[in-house]
């Protein structure tokens, strides 16, 4: 994956692995407030749905807003 070697894409410098509260985004550019999550199949489990329902709200809070791609 280029973004995880380059740590860049279109422009953006992203953080791999970044802490925000109790949560980590997989990537994340704290300019332009973009987090790049990739979820593998344990996030079907509905105890995995449930903790991803609630760090989506918390980085909304945080003015990280959310817009999937791929579900």
């Given at each position: 994956?280029?973004?995880?070697?380059?740590?860049?894409?279109?422009?953006?410098k992203f953080?791999?692995?970044?802490?925000?509260?109790?949560?980590?985004?997989?990537?994340?550019?704290?300019?332009?407030?973009?987090?790049?999550?990739?979820?593998?199949?344990?996030?079907a489990e509905?105890?995995?749905?449930?903790?991803?329902?609630?760090?989506?709200?918390?980085?909304?809070?945080?003015?990280?807003?959310?817009?999937?791609?791929?579900?």
């Open positions: 994956m280029a973004l995880a070697e380059s740590k860049r894409l279109a422009g953006c953080h791999r692995q970044h802490g925000s509260g109790s949560y980590f985004a997989d990537f994340c550019c704290i300019e332009r407030r973009l987090i790049i999550e990739i979820d593998g199949i344990q996030y509905p105890e995995e749905e449930q903790r991803d329902t609630a760090r989506t709200a918390y980085l909304n809070q945080q003015s990280y807003p959310r817009n999937s791609m791929l579900e």
